[in-house]
C-alpha cells in the first residue's frame, strides 16, 4: 500500500490540477481584484459655513458649535459669532479673526500661532494652556478670561483690555503690550522677558 502521501487525489480535488493547466493554457488570467472606494472625510457644515482648513466663512454664525479638535488653520471667521463655542484643541494656526465674539469660548490648548483676533471680544474665554506664539490680539477685549499657562511668545497685545484676566504661568516672552490694560489681574509666576511694557497699566515692574 501506498504512503498516505502519494496517494493521488480523488473527486474534486483530482480535477484541480487540470483545471489550473487548462486556464493557463488558454490565456487566462484571475480576475482583478477591485479595490472598494474610500470613504470621503466627512465636514462639517454650520450655517452654510464649511468647517475644513482656509475655509472663508466671515461673519458666520457658530454660537455653541462644538468645534473639538477641528483642523480650521487659515480660516477666515473676520466678524464670526463664536461666542460659547467649544474650540478645545482646535487648530487655528494663521486663522483671522478680528472683531470677531469670542465671548466665553472654550478653548482650552487652543493651537492658534500667527493668529489675528484685532479687536476681538473675548471677554471670559478659557484660553488655558493655548498656543499664541505670534498672535496679534491688539485692541482685543480679554476681561476675565482664562489665559493660565498660556504661551503669549512675540504676541501683540497693543491697547488690549485684560481686566480681571487669569494670567498665571503666562509666558509672555518677547510680547508687545504697548498701552494694554492688566488692572486686577492674576499675576502670580507669569513671565514677561523682553516685553514691550511701555505705557501698560497693572504690567509687573523689573522686567
Not at 45 to 71: E, F, M, Q, S, T
Not at 77 to 88: N, P
Not at 177 to 183: N, P, R, V
Request: proline fraction near 6%; charged fraction near 20%.
Amino acid at each position: 500500500m501506498r504512503p498516505a502521501s502519494l496517494r493521488r487525489p480523488r473527486g474534486r480535488l483530482a480535477l484541480l490540477p487540470m483545471a489550473v493547466t487548462l486556464a493557463v493554457g488558454a490565456g487566462l488570467s484571475p480576475a482583478p481584484v477591485r479595490s472598494q472606494p474610500s470613504a470621503e472625510p466627512v465636514v462639517t457644515v454650520i450655517n452654510g459655513c464649511h468647517l475644513w482648513p482656509y475655509a472663508h466663512c466671515p461673519g458666520a454664525d457658530l454660537r455653541h458649535a462644538d468645534l473639538v479638535g477641528k483642523d480650521l488653520r487659515g480660516v477666515n471667521f473676520s466678524g464670526a459669532k463664536l461666542s460659547r463655542a467649544r474650540l478645545r484643541s482646535a487648530n487655528l494656526a494663521g486663522a483671522k479673526l478680528d472683531g470677531a465674539d469670542l465671548t466665553g469660548v472654550q478653548a482650552y490648548a487652543l493651537n492658534a500661532p500667527g493668529a489675528s483676533f484685532r479687536g476681538a471680544t473675548m471677554v471670559a474665554a478659557n484660553l488655558a494652556m493655548g498656543r499664541f506664539f505670534r498672535a496679534d490680539m491688539s485692541g482685543a477685549d480679554l476681561s476675565a478670561a482664562n489665559l493660565e499657562a498660556a504661551r503669549m511668545n512675540f504676541a501683540w497685545l497693543v491697547g488690549a483690555k485684560l481686566v480681571g484676566a487669569d494670567l498665571q504661568e503666562t509666558k509672555f516672552v518677547g510680547s508687545n503690550l504697548q498701552d494694554a490694560d492688566l488692572d486686577g489681574t492674576v499675576l502670580r509666576f507669569a513671565i514677561f522677558p523682553d516685553a514691550h511694557l511701555q505705557g501698560c497699566r497693572g504690567c509687573p515692574e523689573g522686567w
